[in-house]
């Protein structure tokens, strides 16, 4: 397994752990990609797509546990 392909694998690890939280609110996240720049791309699903506290989620729970599990990765970001 080459480097970028363990990054991913770490991704989705860390992805998995914060999943329950969101489908607990009938939401979920998928991880899309990670650029050159290490920016982590995700895409919010079902209700987190249309919350009102979507930001929050993504910069106060995804990002930050990204950040903490994986401090290689710079930001994370939303895609539609």
């Not at 992805?15 to 939401?27: C, K, M, N, T």
């Not at 895409?43 to 979507?54: D, T, Y």
């Amino acid at each position: 397994m080459n480097k970028h392909e363990e990054l991913i694998v770490r991704i989705e690890d860390t992805l998995s752990q914060i999943r329950p939280y969101l489908e607990a609110d009938f939401g979920n996240v998928s991880f899309i990609e990670i650029t050159e720049e290490m920016v982590v791309r995700v895409r919010l699903e079902g209700a987190c797509k249309s919350c009102s506290m979507s930001t929050m989620t993504l910069k106060a729970g995804i990002e930050q546990s990204l950040l903490k599990a994986i401090p290689e990765i710079k930001s994370v970001e939303a895609v539609s």
